[in-house]
Every structure is written in structure tokens, then in C-alpha cells.
């Protein structure tokens, strides 16, 4: 069974800082990983798609990597902002379309 | 931009009672999916559905729940006979195509509150 984990479980950084948030998963057969970011009681949003056959995708400030054979994803987010404090998910698509999720990393970024 | 819609936001029901929830998933979008998330916990896959019938279902899914496409543009999501235990955020989800090849979009959830 799929096994999603993310290190670390909550992070505070100050305004300006390069982060790296991980994600790592049991099973490498996946068709492909999707990072989410989650506001308090709010939506998931869909930040970034990585096909299996990817190693990475960027999108503005974020990019995230793929190495599937060790079963790790990161996402980078360059010069950080307020605006970026939110719950950050990660979650691997394998077999019938179903999305297996991590618990999150829960980020803070102070002005 | 187009996105995924639920009704209602929040549904307070009690135990026993039977709810339906809604969306309206992004309108060239084949594939439907429904999540839930309980308080302080993983985002969990319940089933998925695509030409007009469930394509895959988790253990979760069992016969209290069932899903419905009624008419060209809704989704639902019908649970019967409400436990406590039910009561978590439901999102609804929709991409273009399954398997891998296209991301997954999310409505803004449903809150149920089973009393």
C-alpha cells in the first residue's frame, strides 16, 4: 500500500528565505506526483504536476523534483513571502486515478 | 479561469440522516473524483467516476455511500444513513483525463458536521 510521508510537519521561516519542503513515497510505480497547497478550512489548489517520466517542473517561484526510483519529491520555493504561509500537500497518483496524500507541511513565513 | 464548484459549504446533519452533496465539475473534464479530509488528517481518496459509472472506489467507499451524475454538469455525492464518524471536509475533484496524464482540480470542499 502507498505510503506518502513530508518532512518537516511545520516549518517558520523569515520573509525572503529559500525553503525546500520533501516528500518521499513507498511505492515507486507512480504515474505521477502533484503538489497542493491548502489555506485553514479552505481548497486544495494544484501548484505543480510532475509526470513519471519528469524529474522536475517550475512554475514562477516553486519548482519541484522528481526522483522516483528513491521515492522522493521536493519543492523549492525561492525568495519567500507572507503570502506563501499555507499547507503545502503532496500526493502521488498510482494506479485508477486515485491521489495518495501526505499529511502536509504546515509553512510560515514572517514579515 | 474555470473551477470546481460545491454546495453547500457547510451541512449539519444528524446521525441517521441522509445527505447529498453536490459539485460542478469543470466542464470538458471526463474524470470525477471525491475526497475527504478529517480534521487534522490526510486528505483520503473515496472514489472516482467516469462514463457515468465508478471507475475505482477505497475501502472507504463502502454501501452507505453512492455517487450520481444526474444531468450534464453535476456530481453528488450521496451518503444514506450519516455516522458521526462521516463528519470530515468532502472535496470534489475533476481532470480532463485519469491515469496520470492530467492534474486533478479541487472544489473548495464541504464541511459535514454529522450531530
Known amino acids: 500500500k502507498q505510503e506518502v510521508t513530508q518532512i518537516p510537519a511545520a516549518l517558520s521561516v523569515p520573509e525572503g528565505e529559500n525553503l525546500v519542503l520533501n516528500c518521499s513515497f513507498t511505492d515507486s510505480a507512480i504515474y505521477n506526483l502533484q503538489w497542493f497547497r491548502q489555506d485553514p478550512g479552505k481548497g486544495l489548489t494544484s501548484l505543480l504536476l510532475i509526470q513519471s517520466s519528469q524529474r522536475e517542473q517550475t512554475s514562477g517561484r516553486l519548482n519541484a523534483s522528481l526522483d522516483k526510483s528513491s521515492g522522493r519529491s521536493t519543492l523549492y520555493i525561492a525568495a519567500s513571502q507572507p503570502g506563501d504561509s499555507a499547507t503545502y500537500l503532496c500526493a502521488v497518483e498510482t494506479g485508477y486515478s486515485t491521489l495518495t496524500f501526505g499529511k502536509g507541511t504546515m509553512l510560515l513565513v514572517s514579515p | 479561469e474555470p473551477e470546481v464548484t460545491q454546495t453547500p459549504s457547510h451541512q449539519v446533519t444528524q446521525m441517521g440522516q441522509e445527505v447529498i452533496l453536490r459539485c460542478v465539475p469543470i466542464?470538458?473534464?471526463?474524470?470525477f473524483y471525491w475526497y475527504r479530509q478529517i480534521l487534522g488528517q490526510k486528505v483520503e481518496f473515496l472514489v472516482s467516476f467516469y462514463n457515468n459509472e465508478i471507475s475505482e472506489k477505497s475501502e472507504i467507499f463502502d454501501d452507505q455511500f453512492s455517487v450520481e451524475r444526474p444531468d450534464g454538469s453535476n456530481f453528488t455525492l450521496k451518503i444514506r444513513s450519516t455516522k458521526l464518524e462521516d463528519s470530515a471536509m468532502y472535496f470534489c475533484?475533476?481532470?480532463?483525463?485519469?491515469?496520470?496524464?492530467?492534474?486533478?482540480?479541487f472544489g473548495p470542499g464541504t464541511r459535514l458536521t454529522v450531530t
Open positions: 466542464s470538458n473534464h471526463l474524470y
Open positions: 475533484a475533476s481532470s480532463e483525463v485519469g491515469k496520470g496524464s492530467y492534474e486533478q482540480y
